[in-house]
């Protein structure tokens, strides 16, 4: 980057993380899972988010290694629910 330029880069795996002061963030517990499952679900596209059990949900969390960027991937590239449960 050139001189003078400042950027926020975040990641939560450590081996993509190079900084100065960074911040670890951790993977999401199972409830910031729940929750953020919930909250794609109002938005375009995933509404089939809504009928996820709390089971999927968690699946679907450990599956993407909590990581909320992999979830939303997963959801946002699946049709239905049967699809980012498979």
């Known amino acids: 980057m050139p001189i003078g330029v400042r950027a926020i880069v975040t990641s939560r795996r450590?081996?993509?993380?190079?900084?100065?002061?960074?911040?670890?963030?951790?993977?999401?517990?199972?409830?910031?899972?729940?929750?953020?499952?919930?909250?794609?679900?109002?938005?375009?596209?995933?509404?089939?988010?809504?009928?996820?059990?709390?089971?999927?949900?968690?699946?679907?969390g450990v599956y993407c290694d909590r990581i909320p960027l992999a979830i939303r991937w997963v959801l946002g590239r699946s049709c239905a629910g049967h699809e980012a449960l498979n």
Do not use: H, T
């Open 14 to 60: 450590g081996i993509v993380r190079r900084a100065i002061y960074p911040i670890d963030l951790g993977p999401f517990a199972a409830n910031e899972v729940s929750e953020f499952i919930e909250s794609l679900s109002s938005l375009p596209g995933f509404a089939y988010a809504s009928a996820f059990s709390p089971d999927d949900k968690e699946r679907i």
